[in-house]
Each structure stands twice: as structure tokens, then as C-alpha cells.
């Protein structure tokens, strides 16, 4: 056997104990690893209706079979938990190195259970297990908490994953984060993570990754990495980064602007991918195995004092990686901040913090059109909460880890904020969680994949501004629950390999994976075989939520995009039509008009007994 | 002229597939922490930069060794370990000062770059040409370049100058 | 140019030696007078540790010497020098004229003032006589009881060996830390603790006042504190003084060696030394020391062999580097690590048995100890980036505040501050280093790649 460690990792932090356990391999091959795998653990060992924030949520990490080999971007590790941000399940994924360590340890699979008496961090050195005292850690930022494990324990080659003060101070949306600025970002895993008292998870691993068939592995590899090198897509992610696609969305009128009141931003070109290489890129930078590089390190512009708060002197000029595009529409277009020294800023703090700069920007966005229509004033704010203030910016991000005045508001996200300012409708988002970049007035599939997604608000499940602004009308409903529904059974078992989700947008699909996984794990996997597995942990995914106490009520989507078209651009006058897209999804799904998979969609995915 | 290992520091991002390569080649597992090239990763200087043997000319490991158990490989010219020989008492490790020769508890014996015997992984597994393998006098030309870049990233940003 | 180069040694800075006059002078006739085979000392622990068969602790042999064209007198002594004849004289009665004279007789175990060191069982372990008596006196025990006097660093080396073996240990140190010569006494804390764990029983602070042979044959070793332990063999490892008998009387100027300048020739100009024999020149210090290390042996023998060839070779000192695996746990020392003056920057993980002391004079690092598990390659690039910085003799500048801030960061102080591009050039002798030829049982330099290396070159698909 390949690929797999076939070994878990169970860490009890309650009682300080840990335990290593084989893996069924019927549960290896039935969802490949990764975020399958958790999910199945996570149905099988868990209360659904636990309080995420309680002793009784578990938080998995887990990594693919492809983690940690050179399959491109084989770097992937998923943190699979119920999320603090939605009470629905989560998985939250994550590149850098962390995800491959642990592999090299011997784990596919770190399941955290029961909370630390006291704020504690996890060292991992192979067989090692250790639950440690992280006093000296705890209120410190993520690259100072790094910085000072390495240091502490002595070994330079150490990866962490760590929360950031955002985690601590139990901010909705905190992070965890790994490699300084890799982010497991969404739906407060990081929140999660907090609240278990547990500041991070040193790991170094010595191990290696074995492989079944060699040789067929290898040749699948550099066929995939041919395949690759000559993508346009590949070769734009690579030159320009994921920024570049605010052009296309900016384009079809589906750059959320000023929390969602507007679908272009007038300052797009001042955010964009050759803004950011042009003028503040210094290098671009890859994850483990990645043959991308789509990570930008970029340094801040000479008139940017003005936002140096909370900096290290060595960094005093680094802004550290980023802005992606969703950060720097988030923290950019939403907010209607057009300056990029302030999203450079404003997205250095959220990952030193630790906070998903997504859920930051667009909380901050809904804040800011409360303080538009005049629901809050200058009496309740330290500054103004103007749309386009860079300084509201880059305070309010410090403000809210640390949960400050008006930051304990943003802290708790947009919808619980709204509700309490009797505003509701400033949430942009579904399930609790706030949308990404793509306002699905411009793109109508992503209005049926936000509503449907089993995280939430989330454009990683079904991408459709790719066929939408191609081969596709964006605005009109039809077709496009059949699209999403196998595009989602896609990119879940995709998922569930440990290989980033970029390369299939890069010349690497599925196709070209399934054999890499094959010969990995001696398993063969057709991709009847694998689009199945997709289909399995989707409903698997699906069958936890219903029993967390979610209904067809939560596939929603707010007011303003069924109800509120826009007013001019290229998406003028278009509502989102879920009421046409939600039965057709639910029937291409094989569930009921409430959502509820059949009990014969249930024994076709070999699930019947959950 | 035979062939060395160039390093071009501008072009290397970070992704650790020549230490995939190299463990593999090694161990026949992927096991980037048996790699004997590893990857430079200074993000502060937002510079990266593969970094193994130089097959340097005074071959200090070669010197230091007791029993003659480093050798050049005349095909290549590598410093190549003879396993057969070495005694695992890690003297090539201390005296040579690039810190590219190693030796294990797990092998006791050392282990270096050896070329790969004139086809070097590493080189093959870049993505973007930052290992070349071409003919030059020595290697280590690019030592200068990257120290510049480095070192002048550094002191800017430590004294706060531009 | 000489005619007649005669060495005197079998050791590492003799063979190196001959080997390097022959790189510049095919034509000078060469004669080696060693009363033991060449090899090399540092290799003997590994053969008592049954890792190695003896002879793969030599470094040449008859055909070796034929084809380099070296006449060789094994198990011959040199019984005296005439500097002024330019002669010396052997035990077999003969003598040989020399142009050049090389005394490369390396150092012995020091014979401490305690009753019973004359027992059968009670030996040094300093020679290949040594090593074969210690495995025949204990090849019937199954799991031998050995008390080790005095825990230098040579004395580890055998230490780790024994362990290896899985016997029985005991180490009595005067001092009140082992490896007093090698590490500070915070990290031989931790070397200490580290062994006791493993199971070795160590006592520092405390003399051997005598031992005593008991009825069955085996050992008492009695210490000053009262305690006495049982023994079956008991290595004496207190220390070693070069051998300076051939010295006295000849004219050539000693201290603790034999004085020798940067071309390392001694006070007579054609009558050379190196090795552990020879006090020589130290990097960045003006007095000269004997550094009685393989690396120096072997520095001593290249340059001594090129300025006896007629070339004009200045050593530009050696560097003092000792390296103890002590039961799983890699111990490293440079320089000046002992160096009281200097400003020191020490990192401390007593959990992890992790230790770092880099020493400062100023912005120039003059010595480090390191203490850490050898399993991690990037702690051993760490170290050997140390050794490089050391010996250029790098002004570091503001990396010097980086590594103090930042002492699990050697790489980027290494490259920004271009010890690197300085390494590049360096050479001993001017040129590039060559393969000294000889390999056990004629193994050849080569690279062979596994099924391994296939599977991952072979695949490519070619563009």
C-alpha cells in the first residue's frame, strides 16, 4: 500500500492522552482520505448538535493520499470540524508544508478531541506526541508564535500550525493557520481551535510517503506536469496570481462591490493581478510541490507608514504573501478600499491575527453600510465606518481579533451582527458564513452553488464564472444546477486526494489526478469510481447537517440577490432565480423537495446504514 | 569542463520538488527530510534557493575523511561516498563548511550529492529550470548574486534604510 | 630538489604526506618507516564496535605504496635522528640518509600515577595492538563490564562503540564534567544526562585511587568518593602527549610538539612534522598547538608534503573541530569554544537535549558547541555552515545581531553574509584536491544509481 499512512493520530486534549489507530482501509478507499475520510470519522464519533465551541466538537486534520508526494500542488491538508461560524460541518483547507509534515510523520489523520485545561500547544516529532504548555504563546501573533516554536524546541526544519489572537479571543471567523501564511481560512476552524485551548501544532516528521506503482505513479506525475507547464490558466496563475481574475468578474459585473450594493468596483485596476506584480511583488512563491507558484510576496510602497501598526521591525516593510484574489476583493472592492497598500495591510494582519480576510472584509463591508444608513454612528465606532477608508481598514482588523469597541460587533461575523442591529440583511452570505468574490447576479450558477454548499457561502465547491463567462449565459437560471451538482461531486473528491484545488483550473483535472492516486494507492480508481466518492462524501456532508438540525431553509441566499437587481453594468437589472435552481438541484442531487437524500441515493453511495 | 549543478536563486519558488526527487532517488519513499539538496526559504528576504554540494575543488568531506572512503567519480566529478568503506564517524560533516555533507544515525553512514551519476533528479524535477545542469569551471557562481540580494534585503529592512 | 624524502609515521599526516609530495615530484625517492600499517587511529573504535573488519582501518597497501612509488618499512622504529648528517638510524640497525625528513609519530596514551594500571585487562585503547588485545579479552563475555578512566574525547569515541556493542559502562572523570577538552559545562550536562538514560553510569568529580584484581579474575576500580566498581576491562583514556623521544637531542626545537612554522618546518629547515606530533599554527590566534585531530593530521601531512616537494605552501592555521556521536546524541565543538573573552550567544532545551553556543569577538564568530539530535539533516547543515563562517573568518556585520536573535537561522546569515562565494575559491594547495586512490578492497568512486533513480528520471516525458 501507497499513499496512505494508514494511520491516525488521536490526540484527547481533556485527558492529555493520545492513542495511534489503523484507518479501516475500506474507509481509505470508499473516500479516497482527506476531507472524505473526516467527514465519514466525524459522523461516525460525533453529536452533530454539540455546541462547536464545547469540549464535544472534534477537529480533524486530515491530508490526502497525494499529500506530501510530487504529484503538483500535493501540499493539501483539510481541517474538518463543525465551524463556529456556521453550526454546519466544515472543511477548511490549507497548502503550504504543515499538511505534508504531518504525512512524513506517519499520519494521514490528527483527530483533536476535549479541550486543554489550560493554553497548551501539540509537538508531534514522528512518533513523539507531546501536549505542552503554550503560556509564553498565548496573545502572541502567528509568525511570532512560529518563530518562538522553532526557537523553543529547537528544530529548524519544525512546521506549525498555529490560531493567532482572532482564535484566541474566539473571533467567528479565526483562522488556523500554517506556514505564517498558509490559512486554513474559513468558517472559524481557527475559532474552534481556540476554544479547545490549544495554540498550535508543532510538527516535524522524518518519515516519508510510499508509493505502490512507481512507475505508473511517476509517469502520471510528469504527464500531469506536461500537461501544466503549457495551460494558459497555469501560466496566468503563475504570472498574475489569483488576483487576475477580478478583471473577468469586474468584467461581467460580478465584482461584489460596497457589500454586494454594486457589482464592479470603479478601483478594480488598482487591486488587480498586474497591480500587484507590478508594483509591490517581489517574488512568487509555491507551496510544498507546487508547480504553480501562485503566492505573491509583496512588499508595502514607500507612502505606506501611515499603516504601520503592530509590526515587527524586520517586517517593517514586508506586507508577507498576498493579496489572493478573494482577500483582495474582500478587504479591497467590498469595502470600497481602492488602496493597496491598506489591502496589503489589512491582509498582513489577518493572517499574523489569524482571521479569514474574506469573512473580515465582508463583516466590515455589512458594518459599513450600518454606518451608511446611519443604524450606528460616530458614537458607536472609534472611526468612521465610511466605505473606502483604508484606516477604518486596517484598524478594525486589529480591532476585531482583539475584539476592541467596535470589533467585538465584527468579531461575531455579519449575520450575528445583523441580527443584533435588527439588520439582517447586511449578511452577504449563507449558513452563517459570508460569500467569496462573486456576486451571482453577474453569474447566476453561483447563486445555486452558495445557497447549496454544504460550508456555507464558499465559490470552491462549484466554480461558475469558469463556463459562465465562457460557454454559458451567466444570467439566466437554466442549466445550471446540472452543472453544479457533478461540478461539486468533482471538486470534493478532489478534495479528498490532498492536492490543491487550483490545478484543475491549470491543466490538471481530476482525469489526470485519479491516475496518480491509482498508482499511489495500488487502489484503481476509475473516474465513474471517483466522481461516486465526490457524490458520497457530498451527501455524507449532507446527512450531518440535517442531523445538526439544518433544513431546506438554510439553502437560502440573502434578499438583496433574489430581490435587488443592480442598477447598471454589464448585470443590470438580474436577480438570482433560486426558486427556479433550488428543485432542480435537489432532483439532480437524488433528494427530496426538502433536501433529504432518498433512501435510494443513500444505498446506490453505499451509505444506506447511516 | 565537466558539469555542475547551477542554481538560479530568481527562479525557485519554494516547492521542494527537488527534495522529493532526491529522497526518492535516495530511499525510493518521499522523505524530503533524506534529501541531500534542501531548499532555501527566506521569506523575510523573499528569496529561495535549492542549495547542495558544490563538488567544491578543495573537497574539505574528501580530506577529512579517514579511511578514503570519499572519492571522485571521474565520470562526473563528484565527491561520491563509497558506502562500502565509510565508518560513520561524521568527520566529513563537521569539516565541510557548506554544511552539505551528512550522516545519519539511521545509516551511519555519510551521505552527499553525488550527481546521480551524471543525471541528476533534482534537476529534472524543477519546475522552473532553478536547477540547471550544464557545463562550467566550477560551481558557485551564483553565490554572489544571491548574497546580494539577500544580505541587501536584510539590512534594508533590519536598519529601516531603502 | 630533495632526492630522498624520508617519513617517519603510519599515520594519517604521513601517508597524506607522501602522497601529496608525489602530486608534485614524481621523481624523488620516498621512504615510509612506520612500525605499525598505515591506517588511520580515528577508524579503530569502528572495528571495535564490529562494524568494520581491521584492515578497513588502513589507508594503503603494498601495491598502493609499489605504484606510487614508495619504499615502505613496516614494523621498523626509527631509534634516532642525526640532524646534522641528515641521517637516521633504525632498530634493525640500519640508517637511511634523507634530504627532507618528515616526523609524523603521532602522540601516545598518558600512563596515570594509579596502582594497578599493570593488571592484565587494564590497557589504553590507542592502537591496532590495543583494539585486538581489548577484543580478545573480552570475546568470551557476554556482556563485558567496562569502567573507562577518564572521559575525554577520544575516550567517547570508543565509549560509543563499546555501547554499540551493547556492554556494560561505567566512566570516571576527575573533572567535574565529561569531555572537558570539547564542551562547556551546560551541554556535557546534557551529554551526561542523555547517557545515563541510555544507560552508561557516569561519575565525574571523582579520581580512580587504584585497582585490584579480584579472585575470578576480574577487576575492582576503587574511586576517591569510596565507591568501588566491578569491572572486567578498564580502559585508561586520561589523555595523550606527543612523541617527542626522537626529539631530544636532535636540535629540533618542542613545546608540547614539535614547533613548526606555517610551511611546517620545524627549527631545522628540512626536517618537517605534522600531526599529532606537531605544535602548528592555529587559525585565528597567534600561538601555535598541537590539535590532535584527524582534519589537522591530515591538513599538516598535505602541506608538509607539498613544501618538501619544492612548492611554497603557507597553512593558514587549523581549525580545533572535535564531533562525538555519544549514544544517539551528535556532539559538535569548533574553535575557540572554550574562550572566556568572548561574547557568547547560547540557546538552551534541556527537554530536547538541544544546545547552541555561538562565541563572539566582536563581529567575527571564533568557536561553537552544538549538542543535538543527529537525525536531523538541517541541524548538521547548520553546523557545517558554522564550521564555514569559523574559517573565513567572516566579519558579519548586522548578521551578527541576526544570529543572536535568530540562532536556528544559520542559512540566511551564511549566504547574506557571502561565506559561501568565499569558499568557493579556497584551496589548501593552489589547486584542486586529488583522489588519494586508495580504497578498501579497491572499491571505485562511483555513483550507482538504484531502480529508484530510474523510476523517477526514466518516466519524464520528453517536451
Redesign the interface.
Known sequence: MGGWTGKLLRVNLTTGTHAIEDIPVAWMREYIGGRGLAARYLYEEMDPTADPLGPENKLIFATGPLT???V?CGARYMVVTKGALTNAITTSNSGG?WG?ELK?AGYDLLILEGQAPRPSYLFIYDDRVEIRDAAQYWGKGVFETE?GL????????LRVSCIGPAGENLVKFACIMND??RAAGRSGVGTVMGSKNLKAIAV????????AE??AF??AV??M??EM?DNPGRKSFTELGTAATIDLTNAFGGLPTRNFQQGQFEHAEALNGNAVKDTRM??????????I?C?R?C?LG?HSEKYMVNVH??????AGEGPEYEAAWALGADTGVGDLDAVLKANWLCNDLGMDPISMGSTLASAMELYQTGVIGDDDVETPLTFGSAEALVRMCEATAYREGFGTELAEGAKRMGEKFNRPEVFMGSKGQEFPAYDPRGFQGMGVAYATCNRGGCHLRAWTPGPESSTMDPHTPAGKSEWVVPEQNRTTSHDNTGVCLFVAGAGGPMEKIAPCVSAATGHPYSMDEVLKIGERTWNIERLWNLRAGLTKADDSLPKRLLKEPHTDGPSKGVTVNLEFMLPIYYEARGWDPEGVPSPEKLTELGLASL | MSKVLNIVP?RC?????CE??C??VQ????????SVIRVNVF??E???APYTCLQCDEAWCMSACPVNAIAIDEATGAKVVIEASCIGCHLCTIACPFGTVFTTPKSDTATKCNLCGGDPACAT?C??DAIEYVEADRAGGWFEPWTERVNSNYV???T?A? | MAQHHVIIGGGPAATNALETIRIFDTEAKITLVSDEPAHSRMALPYWLAGNIPPEQTHTGDAAHFQKLGVETRFGVRVTGIEAAGNRVTLNDGRSLAYDNLLIATGSSPLAPPIAGTDLPGVQPMWSLAHTQQLLDATSGLEKPRVVLVGAGFIGFIVLNAMFKRGWDLTVVERESQILPRMLDNESAGFVGNWMTSKGVAVHTGTTVQSITAADDGSKRVHLENGDQIAADIVIIATGIKANLDLVAGAGIDADAGILVNDQMQSSVPNIYAAGDVAQGPVLFSDQRAVHAIQPTAVDHGRVAGANMAGEEIHYPGSLLMNVVDVCGLQTVSYGAWNDATAEATT?S?PT?S?Y?KLLWHDDRLVGAIFT?QA?????L??IGMVKGILQTQTKLAAWKQFLQE????IRRAYIGAGVAQKLVETTLLGSATRDRKYHFRGAQAKATMGA?HA??VG???Q?
Not at chain 3, 375 to 379: A, F, I, N, T, V
Request: proline residues 9%; glycine residues 10%; contains cysteine.
Open positions: 506530501g508526494t510530487p503538483p508544508h505534508p512524513f518563530d522553532r526557537e523553543e524546541l529547537g528544530i529548524p526544519a505564517k501564511h516535524r516528521g522524518t518519515g516519508g510517503v510510499d508509493i512507481p512507475e511517476m509517469k510528469w504527464e506536469r506536461a507547464q517581489v517574488s512568487n512563491k509555491a507551496c510544498f510541490a507546487c508547480t507558484a503566492g510576496v512588499r514607500e521591525p524586520r517586517n517593517w516593510k514586508t | 530568481d519558488t519554494g516547492c521542494m520538488q522529493l526527487a529522497s526518492w530511499t525510493g519513499t518521499f522523505a524530503p527530510s533524506k521569506d523575510e523573499a528569496s529561495y524535477a519546475p522552473t534594508e529592512a533590519a529601516g531603502n | 540557546i532545551n530536547n538541544i547552541r543535538g537525525d536531523d539533516l538541517g541541524m547543515t547548520d535568530n540562532p536556528f537561522d529508484s523510476q523517477f518516466t519524464k516525458s517536451p
